[in-house]
């Protein structure tokens, strides 16, 4: 089918989605829709969602009118709300999400399709991200899938490693970063909650780490492929408070909200016995921190404390869906290197 076909309908047709949301990306979008179309897989289903961007992104989109399906949203509905959108609206088989900051040589698709091939019970499937060009001799490690710490401080693997010193295999890692995921439909509709896949309340920002966990307490794999390599040139480094200070005070207030959430919704009590020294005392210190050198954060506390109910009713659900038992799930937290 020829691209300059595509229409919101049709899209239901492809195997595979590729899913774009984008808030104010104008200096960086083209070159990675530029990239999804060059993809030697095909056919390939391009939606691009922009959450009501106000930077010239929309005439950027407009410079591929008719090559893929774009929808401007009218508000910020958050990487959730409009992954969450363009999910709901199609119904191809796989699905990928791609950081419009993203580039992706035309093999990717391709190859992290195939790795999914392999295993019906491998829900998610992430490749190699690196912070420039391979070929570049200072490149250095964006991740390579998620590791799982026992005070649940979700780790990106190799992060900021230089390429040159390692050379990630492929295997089982807890979960993929939310940068370039694979899914597949089947765990994306069993791991739903409230017909959400991404839940609302996360908005932006660690929404990824929940998916990891749902996933695996659903008995789903996520596997990382060394042969899917991908540029992802990230702003933010994980733990690096100087850079952190220079934030929004909005995307930090969803950071703080968010670890609360993950571990409301989705640990058990049993886990929560055996790493409670971890888990606690990592807790108390974001929260001396926020109540310290970050107030505007504090409003995460009463978020969590006015919709605690919401939040148990969620987690009630996961927990009377789960398939992998708290030991089958932290033998995934144990997973190193």
Not at 37 to 53: F, T, W
Not at 290 to 301: D, G, I, M, N, P
């Amino acid at each position: 089918m020829n691209r300059a076909d595509f229409n919101e309908n049709q899209s239901k047709d492809f195997r595979v989605l590729a899913s774009v949301v984008t808030w104010n990306h104008a200096q960086c979008i083209e070159a990675c829709v530029n990239s999804l179309l060059n993809q030697n897989y095909g056919p390939l289903s391009i939606v691009v969602h922009d959450n009501a961007s106000q930077d010239g992104t929309r005439e950027v989109l407009k410079k591929f009118s008719g090559q893929i399906i774009i929808r401007f949203g009218e508000i910020n509905t958050g990487f959730c709300g409009g992954h969450n959108s363009v999910i709901a609206s199609t119904q191809s088989e796989m699905v990928l999400l791609v950081n419009p900051d993203v580039v992706l040589p035309p093999d990717y698709i391709e190859k992290a399709v195939a790795r999914m091939e392999v295993d019906p019970q491998v829900g998610t499937v992430c490749g190699l991200l690196l912070q420039g060009e391979p070929v570049q001799p200072d490149c250095t490690v964006d991740g390579a899938g998620l590791l799982m710490s026992r005070s649940r401080h979700p780790i990106l693997r190799f992060h900021c490693a230089p390429l040159s010193t390692v050379t990630p295999a492929s295997r089982e890692v807890f979960g993929c970063d939310g940068a370039l995921p694979l899914f597949r439909r089947k765990m994306i509709d069993e791991i739903s909650v409230n017909g959400e896949f991404f839940d609302s309340m996360f908005f932006a920002h660690k929404e990824d780490h929940d998916i990891a966990w749902r996933a695996q307490i659903f008995g789903w794999k996520t596997v990382f492929e060394a042969r899917c390599v991908a540029v992802h040139p990230r702003h933010f480094k994980p733990g690096n408070l100087s850079l952190r200070r220079k934030i929004a005070p909005e995307m930090k207030y969803h950071a703080v909200k968010n670890d609360l959430l993950l571990l409301l919704k989705n640990e058990d009590g049993i886990n929560l016995l055996k790493d409670f020294f971890y888990i606690v005392p990592r807790q108390v210190a974001i929260f001396g921190y926020v109540l310290l050198f970050e107030r505007t954060s504090l409003k995460a506390y009463s978020f969590v404390l006015k919709n605690l109910r919401k939040i148990l009713k969620k987690r009630k659900i996961i927990q009377q869906r789960r398939k992998a038992t708290p030991w089958q799930v932290r033998q995934k937290f144990l997973l190193t290197g």
